[in-house]
């Protein structure tokens, strides 16, 4: 079981340029999350889907749309990049077990929009 | 003020020490409380769940004070491999989404 799994681990992207990070899971869970870490400011949530077929907005979603077609990918797409868009994304998942909304983390895409 | 704020670090411990870190959150309503642990480049691991009545795995202690709104980590006898960030992460509400991570802190455990 690879668990949560995201492409491509690292990135240069040019300002402007449109980007789609892709991430898939195969636990089955319903909810998904999209965040960036930047040093100092900890994990910052950017869009997350309850379950397919919906989404919502986060602390940072500006920049930043996601789809949820099923279960198992959640594509995070950057319109145009600009450099503040420079940072770490992790997508994660959660199950719901009495109460506790436990996530799991990819390993994560290091961009750079230069 | 932020919602979850965290000890600040880096901590620098020697092999076989006992360190504690320390988180605060600000929302009285939250659920759910986590300690994960990240090492350097990688993701966020889940670590422990923290439960109200204080919970042990290994040489790792967590502790709940809903009163005072913190939570803690005890670890004990540390090893070079504790070396990482800890992150302290509260869940204030329905839904994975109203989960808050802290800054986190950094541990260093030398020989």
């Known amino acids: 079981i690879a668990g949560i799994t995201q492409a491509p681990t690292s990135q240069i992207l040019a300002a402007g340029r449109r980007m789609t990070l892709r991430c898939t899971q195969d636990?089955?869970?319903?909810?998904m999350y999209w965040y960036r870490q930047d040093l100092g400011l900890g994990l910052r949530l950017i869009h997350y889907?309850?379950?397919?077929?919906?989404?919502g907005k986060g602390e940072v979603p500006d920049g930043y749309s996601v789809s949820r077609a099923n279960t198992d990918d959640f594509p995070l797409t950057l319109a145009s990049a600009v450099p503040s868009q420079t940072s770490v994304y992790f997508c994660?998942?959660?199950?719901?077990?009495?109460?506790?909304?436990?996530?799991?983390f990819g390993p994560g895409t290091r961009l750079t929009v230069l | 003020r932020k919602e979850v704020e965290q000890d600040p670090g880096p901590f620098n411990v020697p092999e076989g020490a006992t360190v504690a870190f320390n988180c605060t959150y600000s929302?009285?309503?939250?659920?759910?409380f986590f300690w994960y642990r990240q090492d350097c480049r990688k993701e966020p691991k889940l670590l422990m769940s923290?439960?109200?009545s204080g919970n042990e795995d290994g040489r790792f202690t967590a502790q709940l004070n809903r009163a005072s709104q913190y939570i803690s980590l005890l670890i004990r006898d540390s090893k070079l491999s504790d070396s990482a960030t800890y992150l302290c992460?509260?869940?204030?509400?329905?839904?994975?989404?109203?989960?808050?991570f802290g800054a986190g802190t950094r541990l260093f455990v030398k020989a």
């Open positions: 994660a998942s959660s199950d719901e077990a009495g109460g506790q909304y436990t996530q799991y």
């Open positions: 636990m089955r869970h319903n909810a």
């Open positions: 889907s309850n379950t397919a077929g919906t989404t």
């Open positions: 929302n009285s309503a939250s659920q759910s």
């Open positions: 923290v439960y109200s």
């Open positions: 992460v509260v869940n204030t509400g329905t839904g994975g989404f109203k989960t808050i």
